[in-house]
């Protein structure tokens, strides 16, 4: 039985480093963008135009060093760069699905603190390059004979190309399509909406976005300085945006991360709404005007145990996959869902676009609080069961099974919550963390295993 490869760069969401070091280092980095381009020249008409291949960036510091090496790298292979500035990224994937780019390339570090940043590289369809794609460009970077010529690289001056109608145009074209995805009858006009924008990508892109639809916007966390992005704020850290809500009287409160592929809510209440609420709410709305396709939604196996039960009341079958939007995607086409998701906000609405995108699921659940009333009252009867999550910074990643207390410690576990609660233990893809999660009925429960999970893998593997 064929056995499936490991990437060595390319994590679940790119690759991730800290600028400077491997793999994000200057020779690598440029490898990384000559290897996009050779990829990219196979895959063209020999009569055709060079690849055109579209950059943006989050506010790091470290940004736009990246995107001129990556440029001067694709220049070498023979592909023209275009830069698209400070852009979230689905507005990337936006742009190249829908104006003829041949790829997309993102530096950020999504959620991640400012000294972290990564590569992300979109396919011409605005989705993630399938996985042979990725080996393929992989091979290209860690080949010695897999670069293109150095001398092609004196060019490289025009590496940072503007595109011709400069970054502005394709913002507006980009908030034109997210304008378009508001629900027939909402109106947004007297709206008081607190957008925290994790001093990000979104930063100029969501207060000039729901300021266009009429609404009345209370930007926060939106002054980026290269260094204060996800500082304190943003998804990873909403009780600002929840404690703004309250204290301005207004309707709904978004919080994004830095990229803005991320983003999760609060009420006039202030209560936080994650991932699974919005689920709930956009999958009922969906049901609700039978556009919800097959009555099914694809979440993960950290989409909480009420979720589920809420959504079976309410006649919808949720399917759950592995960690990770890849995942959520790959699963939702293979059974032609076009609802999907994360617990952390990142949601896919396949109708309207190709990836998940925090600014379009904002336009989403604000058109549907425009429509069906308040969001405390969407989410009233979603329960949500204790469940608490720690990461414990590993030295290695050997299968988990293969740690004889680990092993021994989870199957304790799985046979004392039984059916009354769950278990996740697995690797996070992007970062050296293994992820403990315990959901059940009781606090104390969850308390106790996911303390002694968390023991156990500490003392096979912790850094």
């Known amino acids: ?99 003829g780019f041949s790829a997309g390339v993102v530096i950020s570090a999504s959620h991640n603190p400012y000294h972290d940043n990564g590569v992300k590289l979109i396919s011409a369809s605005g989705m993630k390059f399938p996985d042979a794609a990725e080996h393929e460009i992989e091979r290209l970077i860690l080949s010695p004979n897999g670069s293109a010529p150095a001398a092609k690289i004196a060019n490289a001056a025009r590496a940072s190309k503007a595109h011709p109608d400069g970054d502005e145009k394709l913002h507006q074209d980009y908030l034109h399509g997210l304008r378009a995805a508001v629900l027939p009858g909402a109106k947004f006009a007297g709206m008081k909406i607190v957008l925290d924008c994790a001093n990000g990508a979104a930063s100029e892109l969501a207060p000039q976005l729901f300021r266009m639809l009429g609404a009345e916007v209370v930007a926060i966390n939106n002054a980026p300085d290269g260094k204060n992005i996800n500082a304190g704020c943003g998804s990873l850290h909403p009780e600002g945006m929840q404690k703004r809500v309250v204290e301005s009287g207004a309707v709904l409160g978004v919080a994004f991360d830095g990229d803005a592929d991320r983003a999760i809510f609060a009420s006039p209440s202030g209560k936080l709404v994650d991932g699974d609420g919005v689920l709930l709410v956009a999958g009922r709305h969906m049901k609700s005007a039978d556009k919800l396709k097959g009555n099914v939604i694809v979440g993960t196996t950290m989409a909480n145990l009420g979720l589920e039960r809420a959504l079976d009341q309410s006649g919808l079958k949720l399917v759950r996959t592995a960690v990770g939007d890849r995942y959520v995607l790959e699963e939702m086409l293979r059974i032609g869902a076009n609802l999907g998701g994360e617990q952390s906000g990142h949601i896919l609405f396949l109708d309207d676009a190709t990836t998940g995108d925090g600014m379009l699921t904002a336009v989403k659940i604000a058109s549907i609080v425009s429509l069906a009333g308040a969001l405390d009252l969407l989410v009233a009867d979603l329960q949500i069961y204790p469940q608490k999550i720690v990461n414990v910074r590993v030295r290695a990643k050997p299968p988990l099974e293969s740690l004889p207390e680990v092993s021994r410690t989870l199957g304790e576990a799985e046979k004392a919550l039984g059916k009354s609660g769950r278990v996740i233990l697995r690797y996070s893809g992007t970062e050296p963390l293994a992820r403990v999660m315990v959901e059940a009925e009781r606090d104390e429960d969850v308390r106790r295993w996911t303390d002694s999970l968390a023991s156990a893998v500490r003392s096979a593997i912790g850094a």
């Open 1 to 99: 039985m064929a056995t499936e490869r490991t990437k060595q760069l390319f994590g679940t969401d790119g690759i991730r480093g800290i600028p400077g070091e491997y793999p994000l280092d200057d020779v690598t980095l440029e490898r990384v963008g000559s290897a996009l381009g050779l990829h990219l020249a196979t895959q063209k008409n020999a009569d055709s135009e060079p690849p055109r291949v579209l950059i943006g960036r989050d506010p790091r510091e470290s940004g736009p060093h990246i995107v001129e090496l990556i440029a001067r790298g694709l220049v070498s292979a023979g592909a023209e760069p275009v830069s698209a500035g400070v852009v979230t990224t689905p507005g990337v994937a936006w742009l190249v699905s829908r104006e």
